[in-house]
């Protein structure tokens, strides 16, 4: 089972045990605007200057098509999900002179906001260490910036895209997520924009193949666990999708859809649940008093699980071994809470740990089943819980 998330902690990778990765072509890379030449024959003898003539005014012709092909910057995406807003913000670093001379100051002080900050507000922040450096979008070479907030924070949002006059710049949006239909009209009330709307899952999908194959170099975005049960040796490897199909695709939102995967078309939802990320907020905020998805995992890092949860070895008193059940394996979630003393001596770091242990422990059940009944053996975890 893979992982698909950014490294975050420093750690041993054997490069002789990983394969090496094979990035696409940029005519390969889904959502990116493809010029498809015509194929030249070879010049007959005698005329190669003529040809590479001929050759410099395509190239020239072909070079304006592209630019009347790209969209004009800035060039956003977004995913209006039910917890959270995941806007994602490319950085263009090969603009020309001249570029920048008709540049208008609308465009310059949108991109001097976004990528000179790491806060917005009160509630939104730019994740420095998911960045994506010197890749190439749409033949533009630059950067790409995650920033996120709160959904119901989202009005502050377009308020600072009225203040910041983009609509003068853009008149349409490309978003996906249930928030693209439930806050479709107060774009245009509110920041005179428009949505192009995108379905979610195909975006997810997709973007799960273009973020593997942009990212050839540095910490890997898809990564599994090597003896996952061993503290000791538990180590966090790279993992390619070279050849991903079939997979089985876990996307993990303010609820749970697991998709089987055949092709970048060919796909279908097999199940989900109600139990994902936006769970372990809410219940983190009724248990703990905490306020925020940052404080949720801050409390949860802190916290013992086992000191809320029934165990099987506090059933058995060690291990279940006619079911090769061990005792650590959690025999109940939040078991231990029906005593009066154990309630008292658990912490608020405990409840949120135990609360995390609970979903993703759910969530890896029911992906267990689904993986054994579509017989994929790939599985693929993306998303915040």
Known sequence: MASNGHQRDDESIDEDETPTKQPRSDREMPGCFRYEPDNEAAAPAGRATSHRQTSNSTARLRSDSVKKTRPPFPWFGMDIGGTLVKLVYFEPKDITAEEEQEEVENLKSIRRYLTSNIAYGKTGIRDVHLELQDLTLCGRKGNLHFIRFPTHDLPAFL?????????????????????????????????????????????????????????????????????????????????????????????????????????????????????????????????????????????????????????????????????????WAVASSFGNMMSKEKRESVSKEDLARATLVTITNNIGSITRMCALNENIERVVFVGTS
């Open 159 to 327: 308020q600072m895209g009225r203040n910041k006059h983009f609509s003068s710049l853009h008149t349409t949006l490309c978003a996906t997520g249930g928030g693209a239909y439930k806050f479709e009209a107060d774009f245009h009330t509110m920041a005179d924009l428009q949505l192009h709307k995108l379905d979610e899952l195909e975006c997810l999908i997709r973007g799960v193949l273009y973020i593997d194959s942009v990212v050839s170099s540095g910490p890997s975005e898809c990564y599994y666990f090597e003896n996952p049960t061993d503290p000791e040796r538990c180590i966090q490897k790279p993992y390619t999708l070279e050849n991903p199909y079939p997979l089985l695709l876990v996307n993990i939102g303010s609820g749970v859809s697991i998709l089987a995967v055949y092709s970048e078309s060919n796909y279908k939802r097999v199940t989900g649940t109600s139990l994902g990320g936006g769970t372990f907020l809410g219940l983190c905020c009724l248990l703990t008093g905490c306020s925020s998805f940052e404080e949720a995992l801050e409390m949860a890092s802190e916290g013992e699980s086992t000191k809320v949860d029934k165990l099987v070895r506090d059933i058995y008193g060690g291990d279940y071994e006619r079911f090769g059940l061990p005792g």
